[in-house]
């Protein structure tokens, strides 16, 4: 039995009975005392203090814990209640002003105690302190990574994580909610460095739920070390905010949008003694409009070309809660223990007006269906963890890190179509329901050199994948009147498992005149099995590779960030999934449908950068990065007709889309950056990227496509008078190729104003999203036996208002939006 593991449990157990009986008691011993007093500008006009924090703390030598905090009112009085006889010390901390800090004493036996009028003369830190944030850049390039800090960060005007990473050059976000980084939405997205069951525009937590103002930092890696997983072109790693201020503190807002729009949030924290509580709450209720046309000409397998269209009008409306409860205690000997548990709830419902047609070219006649689909989509998602973190006081630097957790993840997904028109009646019922369950387990540990110029990091790693599910296609019958039909030969139960365990090793060295350099190894394995439960078709795939990757930088200025170039390299995977392996029909609809491919190979990639990174005096900064991607047995997805499926059925042409790996593909890039306040109260940046996007062929003897694509973002930051902030930001994307077509250009403008109040205790934000109402995603596809046309337009025009209160020590900050969220944009918006 580990007895230390006992005893500060045994611990933390105490502490917090007696955190809870500590007014019980003292009330027990003699009647508490109700201490009053009031905070006042210590200058010639003495005045009041509003919204100052006020903290009573024991005076002994052996325990200097908190009793109780307030706030000043207004008038700038406080009052604190149940005070038990002893000594105390008062702190009075206001921003702007130096902490007061007074001595007081309750005797035994006295009930009140009035402290009188309490002065706190003006700080003479403000100053630096706001030039130190205004200074401090948005986007800083550390040894392998770039780090946006978000509260620094106007120009993410608040919303969501797909807020923030639009500020990424050759970062991307689709209509729904899906981030790709240089072409590609293959991404490993991790919060606080562990996997956490988000989903990339996909049903589950996604990106866009996360709120911008519960994100501290967000790490973008296109080229991770070998620490990271190698899934992925990239990793992006939210980090939410920690608070281990004294007393009660942390934020409550409530956002208001056009059209039936709210989103109610609150974040909470207690930090008392040895253990800091957490309690957030993010909710969301709102409805979208989309308008959704398409048309296709297909060559039919007995001759000739059937050209078909679909119009929908949809309303849709999502409603999300999430509850994050946490706890961090620190043990003794610089240890730390966190418990975490996050559980999610979504539903979705939209219901899409639909007319279709359908014409033989050559033809005039034409066949006229109108109907409903409607989706409702239930998830729900419990996340729980554990941390522990041990340092060592004598060898600065030297650390070891574990965390275990399991994500478990339950989704039921009805669609259904009713068609009415044409020859008889038409249309479909879909039943799909998953549960997966993820168990995560890491340890890592640092161990810095000698002479503090080297360091060592190694570390293990497990991750499992539990996934059961089911899929259920139903078909009309000849009468209207009767039920749908369950079709068993599009009906299938399935079950997988994922094994992944992974291992590695990195060694980083500063080195002489300014050179520093990192290199490791990581090694991974998967482990996949599974496939339908009455045996009709199964995946069984297991690899193990190898993972290097390097950094190698050099400091050109006299101190560190003035002038940095940098390069790195790392290999890289994408990891086929089970449903992209599978070989069975998974239809969407009785138009389409999907199946795996048993004999898809993983893609391995080659991602080379060379980066320079100029910061001038009058915070200027500059950055250019050229990349290039080497990708080997290319994963593309293809769609095709499938001629029997066609000739059979009386629904007119019966699509397939599956994967094939189609040869190597070169893909080079160049991005840049640009920050600079052209005035006190006027700050731009700009960033932009150009690259060569190649696409491998999908027929033998056919050359690969490749053609230019770029994106580019301009935000300018006003500050016109002290507490408003104003934000004009920018965005145009340029065509971008896909396997068997490409995605045409888009763009838009958003407006965003934000005013602190009382003394930056609240915080009033308006913002309108795509000003213009100019984002829409129209898609090409072209194959000689396929030409099909795609537009969708959700409501992305939306205006925002939103008021945040921040309690306790918890202030609103300069040249920073906050709740104002994301705009609009169908299950992603």
Do not use: C
Not at 359 to 367: A, E
Not at 781 to 789: G, I, K, M
């Amino acid at each position: 039995m580990d007895y230390s593991l006992k005893i500060n449990s045994l611990a933390l157990a105490a502490s917090f009975s007696t955190w809870l009986a500590l007014p019980q008691a003292a009330q027990a011993q003699t009647a508490p005392a109700t201490l009053t007093g009031t905070a006042v500008d210590g200058g010639a006009k003495a005045e009041p203090l509003a919204f100052a924090t006020v903290l009573l703390r024991r005076a002994e030598v052996a325990d200097t814990s908190l009793v109780t905090s307030t706030q000043t009112s207004l008038t700038g009085a406080f009052e604190l209640n149940k005070v038990p006889a002893g000594t105390y010390r008062l702190r009075i901390q206001a921003l702007g002003y130096q902490g007061l800090v007074q001595a007081v004493r309750v005797a035994p036996g006295q009930t009140t105690l009035a402290l009188g009028t309490l002065k706190l003369r003006a700080g003479t830190q403000q100053l630096a302190e706001v030039k130190v944030t205004g200074e401090k850049a948005v986007m800083q390039q550390e040894l392998g990574k770039t780090v946006i800090n978000v509260e620094k960060d106007l120009s993410s005007v608040g919303g969501t994580a797909v807020n923030v990473l639009e500020n990424v050059p050759s970062v991307a976000v689709d209509a729904s909610g899906t981030v790709s980084l240089r072409g590609s939405s293959n991404l490993t997205i991790l919060i606080d460095g562990k996997p956490a069951g988000t989903s990339n525009g996909g049903p589950g937590p996604r990106l866009d739920q996360i709120p911008a103002s519960q994100i501290a930092q967000v790490e973008v890696m296109t080229n991770p070390s070998a620490k990271y997983d190698a899934s992925g072109t990239g990793v992006i790693n939210i980090i939410t905010k920690k608070n281990k201020k004294e007393g009660w503190n942390g934020q409550a807002a409530l956002i208001v949008g056009t059209r039936d729009k709210y989103s109610p949030s609150l974040s909470l924290s207690r930090h008392h003694g040895k253990a800091t509580w957490n309690l957030g709450y993010d909710g969301q209720d709102q409805q979208y409009r989309s308008t959704n046309r398409s048309a296709q000409t297909a060559l039919l397998p007995e001759g000739g070309s059937l050209y078909t269209t679909q119009e929908g009008l949809g309303n849709q409306r999502s409603r999300n809660h999430s509850l994050n409860l946490g706890l961090t205690y620190e043990l003794p000997k610089q240890q730390t223990l966190s418990l975490s548990v996050q559980p999610h709830w979504e539903h979705q419902t939209e219901v899409i007006n639909q007319t279709l047609t359908q014409q033989s070219v050559g033809s005039p006649t034409v066949i006229t269906q109108v109907g409903q689909e409607i989706n409702n989509v239930k998830v729900s998602v419990i996340e729980s963890s554990a941390d522990y973190r041990r340092t060592w006081e004598a060898h600065k630097g030297r650390e070891l890190t574990a965390n275990a957790g399991m994500v478990n993840i339950d989704a039921n997904i009805p669609v259904s179509q009713l068609l009415t028109g044409g020859t008889a009646p038409a249309g479909f019922r879909q039943q799909q329901q998953v549960k997966a369950q993820i168990y995560f387990g890491q340890v890592d540990y640092t161990l810095p050199s000698a002479d503090n110029k080297g360091k060592l990091e190694t570390g293990v790693r497990m991750q499992a994948l539990r996934n059961t599910g089911s899929t259920a296609l139903f078909a009309p019958t000849a009468n209207p009147e009767d039920e749908f039909v369950r079709d068993e030969n599009r009906s299938f139960d399935y079950s997988f498992t994922q094994v992944m365990p992974a291992a590695y090793a990195t060694y980083q060295r500063t080195l002489a005149h300014g050179w520093s350099a990192q290199g490791g190894l990581r090694s991974e394995a998967t482990f996949l099995n599974g496939g339908v439960v009455d045996g009709r078709a199964n995946v069984n795939r297991s690899y193990i590779s190898l993972f290097p990757s390097a950094t190698v930088a050099r400091e050109l200025g006299k101190e560190p960030g003035q002038s940095r170039l940098q390069f790195s390299y790392a290999r890289r995977l994408n990891r086929p999934d089970f449903m992209q392996q599978l070989p069975i029909q998974l239809y969407q609809d009785p138009r389409n449908y999907r199946q795996g491919n048993p004999n898809l190979l993983p893609e391995f990639s080659h991602n080379l950068e060379f980066g320079h990174q100029l910061n001038l005096a009058g915070g200027t900064s500059l950055t250019a990065t050229v990349f290039a991607r080497f990708t080997q047995s290319a994963i593309q997805r293809i769609r095709t007709i499938d001629t029997l499926a066609t000739r059979i059925s009386n629904v007119g042409v019966v699509t397939q889309e599956t994967f094939q790996n189609l040869g190597s593909t070169t893909n080079l890039g160049l991005e840049m950056t640009w920050a600079q306040p052209l005035a006190k109260w006027w700050r731009v940046s700009a960033s932009g990227s150009l690259f060569r996007s190649e696409i491998a062929a999908n027929a033998l003897n056919t050359a690969n496509r490749a053609a230019l694509a770029g994106s580019a973002r301009l935000s300018n930051n006003f500050t016109p008078r002290k507490g408003l902030d104003v934000q004009l930001t920018g965005n145009i994307r340029s065509t971008v190729l896909t396997a068997q077509g490409r995605v045409l250009p888009t763009g838009g403008l958003d407006l965003a104003l934000r005013q602190r109040l009382f003394g930056d205790r609240a915080a009033l934000t308006l913002r309108v999203s795509d000003l213009l109402n100019t984002q829409v995603r129209r898609v090409q596809l072209a194959t000689p036996e396929l030409q099909t046309s795609l537009y969708s337009k959700y409501e992305t025009r939306v205006g925002w208002l939103g008021f945040t209160w921040y309690i306790g020590a918890t202030k609103a900050k300069a040249g920073r939006i906050e709740a104002a969220p994301s705009g609009g944009g169908g299950f992603g918006g």
